[in-house]
């Protein structure tokens, strides 16, 4: 290869994207995706390491340098086909997966410029797949009788489903809302991650065979027992961290203040937006929002589309420790959020009517890094302050759903309600049930969700193969 055409001379294709001041008035898909040719040209930049760092980045172990390489020839149908024999769900995990920390974030390109664009070109494949309709299944294993329930249909539980399928056991999904995908359907935004991507993409789990009971909350409908009495032989609970956190400051009963749980699941899986839809969603003029995650970003982007005048992304630290990928940040600022920092609520205010008038606030500054490296924020005497605002999302963060979990005293939980489960296997403390994903993690991403499911499924399908639970 001439040095003039070294992968390292080769610029990061940048992706098209709809212009800020466009799409900040509606909820169309931010990113437009590549082009077959700026796929070609992309994947060129890849080094082909001989010891390619970038699988060890990612939790399910897709084989990147293989896919990229069939990109480079052109060869889009056999690359996505590469991806497929790990990955489920390719693409959604290359519109929302933190590839910067993950895949990405090993490439060796990064350490001295800008790593392969690895998300953009999974996305890339995924796409060029459903748009042509030239779609493979794997091919599935003999029946072998057993049964399955899998409980909840987020990223952990369609994992699961898909490859027990494969494998030639008969999967039963539960889940609790009427819609399915969990998290990617209640929590993501359309315009990070359309519907019609998550639909399509478990339509394909269904097409393997997966049967999928909607409007069904085990725990309540039916307990865990009485799945293995109806006759299931393992069951897999992925049911997520959805419980919202408060501030548990003065105010937070006022009309206009409201978790973010709330706020996005009424827009996105009520669709709250859609003027066709009667769902109302809270609205406000001047709108703050508290936290600093991804959750921050999709609920402060939601609030500027349903037609906010201003809105406030309100964070006790720096934009340094700001959690949120930096893409999301980045879209945020370009779409006009405005960033408080340094700043942390004391109470809400409110009018003689019981609704949101203001947010009194008190500034921060970070103190000397502790013993974990990281700086505590420290309130700054008498700096007290109002923030006029009609409307408070509260995005601090969610905890484990309780509503199975306590209700099955067999399965051993952490002292925040979490599922104690091997990180191995997925086995928890009652025989033959298995857990996955947020409900023992935490939030998590969407990939390491479904690692944890992979690794479950080869798990239940050893047991169920005669093994020892």
Known sequence: MKKEDSPRKVP??????????????????VTLGFSPEMAVMEASRCLECKKPLCVEGCPVGVPIPEFINLIKNKDFSGAVRRIRAKNALPAIC???????????????????????SIGGLERFLADFERQSGNIELPKKDKSTGSRIAVVGSGPAGLTVAGDLSVKGHDVTMFEAFHKTGGVLVYGIPEFRLPKSIVEAEVGLIEDLGVKIECNTVIGLTSSIDELFEEGFDAVFVAVGAGLPKFMEIPGENLVGVCSANEYLTRTNLMKAYDPNYDTPAPSGKNVVVLGAGNVAMDAARTAMRLGAESVKIVYRRSMAEMPARKEEIHHAEQEGIEFVLLTAPSKFVGNKDGFLSGMECIKMELSEPDESGRRK???????EYIIECDLAVIAVGSGANPILAKKEPGIALSKYGYIIADQATGKTSKKAVWAGGDIVTGQATVIEAMGAGRRAADSIDEYLSGGDF
């Open 12 to 29: 990061r294709q940048k992706m098209p994207e709809q212009a800020p001041e466009k799409r900040r008035k509606n909820f169309e898909e």
């Open 94 to 116: 290359g519109r929302v997966c933190p590839q910067e920390n993950q895949c990405e974030g090993k490439c060796i390109l990064g350490k001295k410029g800008e790593s392969v």
């Open 377 to 383: 924020p420290v309130p700054v005497k008498n700096s």
